[in-house]
């Protein structure tokens, strides 16, 4: 589905005595090689900061609801997000993300979304254990800034 994204890894030129300790590997052969859609794998993680990388297709197969904030960047093509209400579903927007869009997805929402070609999403999200509970009893806001 990718195949116009190239395969060759990444040149690497280590000080001498680092050979060992510095490792790359090409993100976007990797993700278009990857014969899964949907299923975000975490290829990053700087303390509580996680990187998933993913391929989409089609229909996300559930409503996935949020319980933090969660930032994504469209890497390719597009996906159409149908954006409801945590709680009661009612709609609440349709945003469509094309490649080099980012977007912050809130805490107080559940989104699904459609991808009409084969498409790579970066989703981007703090995984410290106290940030569900603080947006649940209404201690952080839902969303990333204020303005």
């Known amino acids: 589905m990718f195949a116009d994204v190239p395969q060759d890894e990444p040149w690497i030129g280590a000080e001498p ?8 590997f090409n993100l976007f052969a990797y993700l278009s090689r990857s014969d899964v859609t ?9 303390k509580d900061s996680l990187l998933c990388p993913t391929t989409e297709e089609h229909t996300l ?3 996935h609801g949020n319980d933090r ?11 159409i997000w149908a954006i409801e ?6 709609p609440l927007a349709r945003v469509v993300m094309k490649a080099g869009d980012v977007a912050a997805m809130p805490a107080d929402i559940r ?9 790579m ?10 940030v569900a509970r603080l947006h649940q009893e209404g201690k952080i806001p839902p969303y990333p800034v204020e303005f």
């Open 61 to 63: 197969p559930i409503t």
């Open 17 to 24: 005595g680092f050979e060992g300790e510095i490792h790359a």
């Open 85 to 90: 209400d945590k709680v009661t579903g009612r």
């Open 38 to 46: 949907w299923n975000p794998s975490v290829c990053s993680v700087v």
């Open 69 to 79: 904030v969660e930032w994504f960047i469209q890497v390719s093509d597009e996906i």
């Open 121 to 130: 999403l970066i989703v981007w999200e703090n995984n410290d254990h106290q």
């Open 111 to 119: 989104h699904r979304g459609y991808s009409p070609k084969r498409s």
